[in-house]
Each structure stands twice: as C-alpha cells, then as structure tokens.
C-alpha cells in the first residue's frame, strides 16, 4: 500500500542539512537564539500520484510570532512554484499571497492538483519570532496526500467499538458562523471528551480562514490544547483502527452536493454480519439529536477520505484566553458597557465577533456549551443590550467571543 501521511515530531526527523537558524531542542522546532526568522525545509519526498496534499501542524505561539507554511509539488519534471498554505497563529492569520500556479491551487488549506498528479513534493516552515526576540514552538508538522491509484481496504469488523463523546447542534449556535461550524462543532466534539469546556463558536474563530474554512488551522486549534492533531486522508480501515484505539475522529461527508464534518465515534458488527458507523452530527435541531447511526455502506458512499485524528495531549498547553471582564449599566445609552482590566471595551465591527450570554434554567450540563444561549450584536454605541428573552432578576454569562480570545462577564439583572 502507498505511504499516504507523513510526520515529523522527533529530533531524527528535522535533519540538519535542513535547517536554517532553526534548531530542534525540548521536543520542539525552534529558532536559534538571537535569529528572528529560521526555515526548515524537506527534501524532495516522492509519492506516487498524489491528487490532493494536506498540511499540518502543532505550534505554541506567544503573542507576535508566527509559523508560515509553504508547499510545492512536481508533476512529470517540473516543480510549481510554492504555494502559501498558512501564515499561522493562535491569535490572527495573515492573508496569503500565492495560494495557485498554474499545478496546483490552495482550497480550505489543501493543495489540490489542477490537471496532473503530483509525483513528489517539498514542505518549508518558516519560523517568525516577535519584537522581543521569543521564539514559536513548532512540535509537530504533517502531511498526507490521496492518490490516484487504488487504496486497499482492509475488511475487518468492528464489535461493540464506540468512545463517549458529546454532539452539538450546529442550529443552537450563532448563524453568523455557519460556514465554520459542522468543523467547529466536531472538532469540540473531540475535544470536550476529554475534559476540555470549549464553546462551538471558540473553536469557529480558530478553524476561520478569511470568510471560508481552513482544515490545518483546525488540528492547529486542537493543538493550542496539547493534543496531538492533523489533518489526513485515510481510508476507512485507518478510521477503524483510530476507534480501535480509543480515539474518537472528525471526518468530511459529501452528501446531496452538500459537505459537513461529523465526529465519528464507534463502529460495531451485528450478528448477521451488518457493520454499523456511530457518528456524531451537528445536521440536528437539538444537540440530543445529533447521535446518529449509519450502516458502513452509506457512510462509505458519503466519505471523501478527509479526517481529522486528534489523539492524546503531550504538550503543555496554549489555549486562548478567556478573558475576565465586567458589564456597568450605562444610564445615557440604556445598555451596558463592557470592561476589560478595568478600562471601556466598546465592540468594533471591524473584525469577526461573537456575542451571547446564557439563559438560566436551573439545569445542570456536561459541558458549558450545552446550556441554552441567545447571540445578539453589540448596539450602535458598541455597548451590550441585553436581549429582552432573558428573565428578570436573571443571572446571566456574556461571551464575547473572537478569534485567539474571549471575554467572559457575569451580570444579574435588575429586578423590574
């Protein structure tokens, strides 16, 4: 069978030969001391007929640095030029300026080949420290390629193989990120079986690419939690064996022209042979709803061979912040202000936000995005205007959430 996915984590696998300013030291890639930009770069790697390349990668970023990612591909003789895969941080992404050539264009973070199959490729990390001089950590890098030849598929059942693990629907979340959210939503899925309290919309921001969706950015956000997490193209066989191991996964559906993620988290053999697929799909109006059961065939025919594998943590981790903030009522505008160490915060539409808050209900929940939450927009003043749902003498959590951060207060409400 074809080597479809390639890592680097260890030591072994950064040669020397192919590092510039950079050097690998406490189980991560790093600069040198002193150098504010480093490379490393692979050697050619062939494949055989490659449609489609993916990359990844898991980086600590403080604030100010950046991890830039860069691939090219050759078909027959020629190499294209290379192509801006991501300019990469916890907290922002910058545009790309070369994201097509005349082999291959950048799509969601995955190369596509235009008209031939790629027959090698190069991956290049560039390494970018801030001001200060502080350095990214770069722990894990990969890629995974699909091909045009016949994957072998391994047939073995699975019985009774199935991993706990929440659903969230994706119509409870904010519309406003509706292209982001079956990812966001399977991606938590993951995440928050682990013990993580993630919200849907936090990990939307980090999945964002542009107005679009970016596949590596959203192992990347996982990553930012320590786990280990990338992106690959796999057969069912590698998904079976991902439940097999205790490893739930999020996998990209085609159906009726219509793509969505869904989490994949057991798989099981009745007695008459009949193989089954549980998933956890955000397609639902509730999240009680989103447990489905599909047989293997159908998943079959709706797979595209995209995944997302996020396995055990074995970093520390860089999570965004959530930030403590403080709600003041406002006598002049009627509304509240929203303060951040101490200081007004109004809210800017000039960059991608969330804003919403909790309905209270007595309830308890697994986890915090389980609970009941209203979105609304900040008011012309930039201010926060409860909306009129919320209850008298409620108790109420307001989030606002962006990319890289969120900003979290709690306000009672005036008793009317």
């Avoid at 050697?43 to 993916?54: D, F, G, N, Q, Y």
């Avoid at 790309?96 to 995955?110: H, I, M, P, R, W």
């Avoid at 993620?261 to 709803?289: H, I, K, L, N, P």
Wanted: hydrophobic share 40%; with cysteine; proline share 5%.
């Amino acid at each position: 069978m074809c080597k479809q996915r390639y890592l680097w984590t260890k030591a072994e696998d950064f040669a020397p030969e192919c590092l510039e300013d950079v050097l690998f030291e406490e189980n991560a890639l790093v600069l040198k001391e002193d150098c504010y930009t480093g490379i490393f770069e692979t050697p050619e790697i062939a494949v055989e007929a490659w449609e489609a390349l993916v990359p990844g990668w898991n980086a600590f970023t403080p604030v100010g640095t950046s991890v830039q990612v860069q691939m090219r591909v050759k078909a027959g003789e020629t190499w294209s030029a290379w192509l801006d895969c991501a300019w990469w941080s916890s907290v922002c992404a910058k545009p790309l300026k070369c994201t097509e050539n005349d082999t291959a264009s950048v799509q969601s973070g995955v190369v596509v080949m235009k008209q031939s199959f790629a027959q090698a490729f190069q991956v290049r990390v560039i390494l970018h420290a801030n001001g200060g001089g502080e350095s990214p950590r770069l722990r894990l890098l990969s890629v995974s390629g699909i091909g045009a030849y016949n994957r072998e598929e391994e047939d073995e059942p699975l019985y009774r193989r199935n991993v706990h693990a929440p659903g969230y629907a994706a119509r409870r979340r904010d519309p406003a990120l509706s292209r982001q959210m079956s990812l966001a939503a399977a991606l938590v899925c993951l995440m928050n079986r682990r013990g993580d309290d993630v919200l849907p919309e936090e990990a939307a921001y980090g999945c964002m690419e542009g107005d679009g969706v970016s596949v590596p950015f959203a192992a990347a956000f996982a990553g930012c939690y320590g786990y280990t997490a990338y992106p690959v193209f796999c057969t069912l066989a590698e998904l079976k064996t991902e439940i097999k191991n205790g490893f739930a996964c999020a996998a990209l559906l085609k159906q009726e022209e219509r793509f969505r993620w869904v989490s994949v988290r057991g798989m099981d053999t009745d007695a008459d042979g009949m193989q089954t697929v549980e998933m956890m799909d955000s397609d639902a109006y509730d999240d009680a709803d989103t447990s489905r059961v599909w047989t293997l065939e159908e998943f079959c025919k709706h797979y595209v061979g995209l995944a997302i594998f996020v396995q055990d943590k074995v970093d520390r981790a860089a999570l965004p912040e959530r930030l403590p903030g403080e709600l003041r009522f406002n006598e002049e505008h009627g509304d509240y202000t929203l303060y951040l160490r101490g200081e007004p915060c109004r809210i800017s539409e000039e960059e991608p936000y969330t804003l919403c808050c909790t309905v209270p209900d007595g309830n308890a929940y697994a986890t915090t995005a389980h609970k009941q939450f209203l979105f609304f927009r900040a008011d012309q003043h930039g201010g926060v205007d409860l909306p009129a749902e919320l209850p008298d003498g409620a108790r109420t959590t307001v989030y606002l959430i962006r990319r890289g951060a969120a900003v979290v207060c709690c306000v009672t409400l005036p008793q009317v």
